[in-house]
């Protein structure tokens, strides 16, 4: 059965720290595909990466890099030097090839506060 | 180009009515999606319709349904409403059945 888990519910740093949102997914697929959002408090979620199973290959855009790990099923989400502006709720989501690439399994979310 | 689009964007009914929201996807978008956000439960999967068709559909009830117009354009109807149905609903949409889904500012329902 699919499965994501954002294991830290709140997380709240001073602005320009580096923090680090973990997300670990079961999956009984060798095809899936990973994701993150970003939920403001407007409620829209923002799209910010996805990533293929076969693609490991981590991710830098920006301020934002994604670290990819098939070995222990984790696909963290690192912000550096972060600003007010990243204060969200973040998700991590998982979906299969099998069940339907667009139906999305998202884990519970994790409230990041970054304080100026 | 224009996001996807959701109205209305906050809504207040009565139990036992039912309820019609509404979604246009991107320009050139085929696919699109439904999810219900409530504190309990989280985000979870409604259904997702590609050229008319409802490809996959989530754990609900019978009386979550929906449907897309020849025009990319989706509905999703909920009736008898209850207290529970009570949530943010977001509608994603994608450029193909595989491709990464775009969502919604969402429309909030309320149940009373």
């Known amino acids: 059965a699919q499965k994501v888990t954002q294991a830290q519910t709140e997380i709240s740093v001073v602005e320009k720290e580096d923090v680090t949102l973990d997300c670990v997914y079961e999956t009984r697929d060798t095809t899936y595909y990973l994701f993150w959002y970003k939920q403001p408090p407007s409620g829209e979620l923002v799209f910010l990466i996805r990533?293929?199973?076969?693609?490991?290959q981590n991710e830098i855009s920006g301020r934002y890099s994604w670290n990819f790990q098939k070995s222990t099923s984790s696909f963290n989400f690192t912000i550096t030097a972060s600003q007010v502006v990243d204060s969200a709720v973040y998700f991590c989501?998982?979906?299969?090839?099998?069940?339907?690439?667009?139906?999305?399994?998202f884990g519970q979310g994790t409230r990041l506060t970054i304080n100026p | 180009k224009a996001g996807v689009t959701q109205t209305p964007r906050y809504l207040i009914k009565t139990r036992g009515q039912q309820v019609t929201l509404s979604c246009s996807p991107i320009s050139g978008h085929r696919s699109v999606s439904w999810y219900q956000q409530t504190p309990g439960q989280g985000l979870q999967f409604l259904f997702e319709?590609?050229?008319?068709?409802?490809?996959n559909k989530g754990n609900f009830p019978g009386r979550f349904s929906g449907r897309q117009f020849s025009n990319s354009r989706s509905e999703m109807n909920v009736s008898t409403l209850e207290l529970g149905d009570s949530a943010l609903y977001l509608c994603?949409?994608?450029?193909?059945?595989?491709?990464?889904?775009?969502f919604g500012p969402g429309t909030r329902l309320t149940v009373t």
């Open positions: 990533r293929n199973s076969f693609d490991e």
């Open positions: 989501a998982l979906s299969e090839a099998v069940q339907g690439a667009q139906k999305l399994v």
């Open positions: 319709y590609f050229s008319e068709t409802q490809r």
């Open positions: 994603a949409s994608s450029f193909t059945e595989i491709g990464e889904q775009y």
